[in-house]
């Protein structure tokens, strides 16, 4: 389920986070799927117990997953908080991104179309299931 | 929890355990690391009631150790080698543990070894040091321990043997909130499974702490260095390697300031990687701490 | 319930001891019918004439197969003392086998305490107080060391009960419980840890040469004609003996006429003559060896942190000097007041000081008052030279001894070393 790089800059709790939430999207997780106990994941990744709970502390805090003691960890049955800050602060990430791309020669078909495309990639999969 | 306060332990005039202190806390999974010689087996056994220290104590919630039933019946033990009788099959173990400890479970033992497949009419000479390990690891498990303490459990085991017991340990831990305290030399095992770490050398603590924050003593830095420089004079620097122009370096700390002192010797794309509990070690002891 | 499942390992480990006590048993019976048939045959059948005085002077000469014709006060019975013979050839077997077997049973102990060191880490991180360990060891010596020397007194009222011997009953049994309780005394001294194996070892040794000791040293007393006819302690010593264990009608007198003190020394002496020195030094510097073992294992046993383990005993030399008392309180009340008022009462109180007597001085007396009852009849057997006997058991003890004290001082030098190198927090009896 996850495929962590070890030699990446991205902290290993950050991949994790990240992973699990595009699993989500593609429909591989579905609402109420129960996921590894947080000794169980780090057991199974090979990282400090430690880094796994600080993902799953992040992803509790999104309401992504939650976890019910002494049964196990699950994904959130229910809409995902919709986090205004969040929001404002990818857009205004994006908004950086957009702005090189542009530098980098990219016109506004070519972006409406890679960000069709990344939204597809993380979409389509999910319809297909 | 496990409270060890001021221990100290002599033979003779030898000092072994020098103010040892730290704390087990409930629920938690402590490893230890120590070379041998470094006090470690000898905090084992004043942990597990087979010695007493000569001064400062141990104490299980509150409770010493020493020559305590009580608090020992909640101990479960794995030696680093086979310690039971060797005439004794594992069936005959399962009734001495039985008359020793309320709380032994032969069901729980059998569910165990459901998994682990030992013969019980094997005699314990007969087993090998693999097989030793588990029946003492189901024996104990069998109590139903609120502690459990592990000395080197994982040598003489297979992978597979290996991924069993671990998940079996970290189950126990979850469902029953069972504390661990283990030693091992196998780095890479302790990191997986872990709270804190604990390393001990000529019987004084010299690193406590939870294990993110004991990784973090050092810092592996990659980098590309277009041009090879002249030195790489940076403080705090332990170690670096390179492929090509793609450098591997291990700071001790990295920070602003070392960052820029690399820019200066032309590094470019420099990224912070994940450092294994082994490779801290490794650079840790080279760097003579 | 969980001391019982301790003690019953450590029976179960001591399984050697059982078995040794089997062939033990074995041996006693194969040989004692083998002896008493060969002598049987061999004596019946001879041509020797037997020679003796009466107290008026007369000598008679007797073919040892005829009965002497019943015309005086004086009786003589040839079946009775046929038997006694062969039962004292027995006895010489008995003393070799015993001091074998006897020093076969302290190294079997000696091993399974060693394997009970293996287990002392074990053990001590288990549910068990230190002194429910100690019990349990306790209970097992204890167990060994009575089912050994009850063993050795009903092998005994076997081969010798269907003559209604009373003394050789009790003196095998009684003998059994003083060294029981000379072992348990030991053993505690072991168990209030001197390191264990050093201890087993200290008792073989001491065991062996405070017995060996004694007896040569006995054997050369008499020797050297300190015990006279005349002498009290001469005569109750026999008067014990004879009445526990010649048949009735025959009296002391008639008895001690049978065989002069004359015939005694003299055959004695000429057969002993050779070894009268090196058996008085052996006889010494064995009793010196139990006196410096003991003192060496006070030694090693106050080097040792005492705070660890049983409370009871908190100085050393209080823990040595309870074990010594232990054994004169055995003594005490086991043999001497016993043993001593069943003999009063039995037979007097000349018999009663004989008896005390003679079970201080144990096995040395018994050998010696056999062979001066015997050596007549054996001198003309084919099957047994008294000195051969006496060599044998010197020999048997010797090694014994030798077995043993090697034994120890292979322990002790490992205990030393692991004092010194490891910790000696606490032993395991």
């Not at chain 2, 594992?90 to 709380?103: E, P, W």
């Not at chain 2, 661990?180 to 302790?190: A, C, K």
């Not at chain 3, 057969?271 to 010196?288: H, Q, R, T, Y």
């Not at chain 3, 016993?338 to 096995?363: P, Q």
Request: aromatic residues 12%; charged residues 20%; proline residues 2%.
């Amino acid at each position: 389920m996850f495929d962590l790089d070890m030699n990446s800059s991205k902290p290993i709790y950050q991949q994790i986070i990240e992973q699990l939430k595009e699993n989500l999207m593609k429909g591989f997780l579905k609402p109420g799927d129960e996921i590894p106990s947080v000794r169980k994941l780090a057991l199974e990744l090979k990282v400090t117990p430690g880094t796994v709970a600080k993902a799953y502390q992040e992803l509790e805090r999104e309401h992504i997953i939650n976890t019910v003691r002494g049964r196990g960890t699950y994904i959130s049955e229910g809409e995902v908080k919709v986090d205004k800050d969040k929001i404002n602060s990818l857009i205004a990430g994006m908004k950086t991104d957009v702005m090189n791309l542009i530098y980098q020669g990219y016109n506004k078909e070519m972006l409406i179309d890679l960000v069709s495309g990344i939204y597809d990639g993380y979409t389509s999969s999910k319809n297909e299931n | 929890m496990i409270e060890i306060k001021n221990a100290c332990k002599a033979y003779g005039t030898k000092a072994v355990l020098n103010n040892v202190e730290f704390t087990v806390k409930d629920g938690t999974i402590h490893g230890i690391i120590g070379e041998n010689g470094s006090g470690k087996t000898t905090l084992i056994k004043c942990l597990t009631g087979i010695y007493r220290l000569n001064r400062g104590e141990i104490l299980y919630d509150g409770h010493p150790v020493f020559e305590n039933n009580a608090v020992k019946e909640q101990i479960g033990y794995v030696a680093d080698s086979n310690q039971y009788f060797d005439n004794y099959s594992s069936k005959d173990m399962i009734s001495f543990f039985k008359a020793a400890y309320t709380n032994f479970s032969e069901e729980r033992f059998n569910e165990l070894n459901a998994i682990f497949n030992i013969d019980v009419n094997a005699k314990m000479k007969q087993l090998s040091k693999g097989q030793g390990m588990r029946v003492a690891y189901m024996l104990n498990l069998a109590t139903f321990p609120k502690y459990l303490i592990l000395d080197e459990p994982t040598s003489g085991l297979d992978p597979v043997a290996k991924k069993e017991f671990f998940d079996i340990l970290v189950d126990e831990v979850e469902k029953r909130n069972m504390t661990v305290f283990i030693s091992s030399h196998h780095l890479n095992d302790l990191e997986k499974i872990c709270d804190e770490i604990t390393v001990i050398r000529n019987g004084r603590i010299i690193v406590n702490n939870d294990i993110d924050t004991v990784k973090n003593r050092v810092v592996k830095v990659q980098a590309v260095i277009e041009q090879k420089p002249e030195n790489l004079d940076i403080p705090g620097l332990i170690e670096f390697s390179n492929i090509g122009s793609i450098y591997t370096l291990v700071f001790k700390q990295f920070g602003d300031e070392e960052k820029a002192a690399l820019t200066v010797c032309g590094a470019s794309f420099i990224e912070e990687i994940e450092v294994s509990l082994e490779e801290m070690f490794v650079y840790t002891n080279i760097s003579g701490e | 319930m969980k001391t019982c499942k301790l003690l019953k390992w450590r029976l179960r480990d001591s399984m050697i001891i059982v078995c040794a006590m089997v062939i033990m048993l074995l041996v006693i019976f194969l040989s004692d019918n083998l002896v008493y048939e060969e002598f049987e045959s061999s004596y019946l059948s001879s041509d020797t004439v037997y020679h003796y005085e009466t107290i008026d002077g007369v000598s008679v000469d007797i073919p040892v197969s005829e009965t002497i014709p019943d015309d005086g006060e004086d009786e003589f019975d040839y079946e009775k003392a046929t038997y006694y013979s062969a039962i004292s050839q027995y006895i010489i077997y008995e003393g070799f086998l015993i001091a074998l077997f006897t020093a076969a049973i302290f190294i079997g102990i000696a091993m399974s305490q060693l394997k009970d060191n293996k287990y002392k880490n074990f053990l001590a991180s288990m549910p068990y107080t230190r002194n429910e360990l100690y019990i349990s060891a306790y209970l097992q010596a204890l167990i060994a060391a009575v089912l050994v020397y009850v063993t050795e007194g009903i092998a005994l009222t076997i081969t010798c009960g269907s003559h209604a011997n009373a003394g050789y009953i009790w003196l095998g049994i009684l003998n059994g419980i003083l060294k029981l309780s000379f072992t348990i005394a030991w053993l505690e001294l072991l168990a209030a840890k001197l390191h264990e194996y050093a201890a087993i070892g200290f008792v073989a040794a001491s065991y062996v040469v405070f017995h060996t000791g004694l007896s040569v040293i006995s054997r050369c007393l008499y020797v050297c004609g300190l015990f006279k006819k005349e002498s009290l302690l001469y005569k109750v010593m026999f008067l014990k003996d004879i009445y526990n264990g010649l048949p009735d009608g025959l009296t002391l007198h008639s008895f001690m006429n049978l065989n002069s003190e004359d015939i005694f020394l003299e055959r004695i002496v000429i057969e002993l003559d050779k070894f009268l020195m090196i058996s008085a030094i052996f006889g010494v510097m064995f009793i010196l060896l139990a006196v410096a073992t003991l003192l060496w294992g006070t030694r090693e046993y106050r080097n040792i942190e005492l705070s660890q383990g049983i409370k009871t005993y908190k100085k050393p030399h209080l823990t040595v000097l309870f074990s010594v008392c232990t054994v004169v309180v055995s003594y005490v009340v086991v043999v001497f007041i016993f043993g001593a008022v069943y003999t009063l009462v039995k037979d007097g109180i000349a018999s009663a000081i004989g008896y005390v007597f003679s079970v201080l001085l144990t096995d040395g007396i018994n050998t010696v008052l056999y062979g001066a009852l015997y050596s007549d009849y054996l001198d003309s057997l084919p099957i047994l030279r008294p000195y051969v006997a006496v060599i044998a058991v010197m020999v048997a003890l010797v090694l014994a001894l030798f077995v043993c004290s090697i034994r120890a001082f292979q322990c002790l030098n490992k205990a030393e070393r692991m004092i010194s190198h490891e910790e000696a927090n606490w032993t395991i009896g």
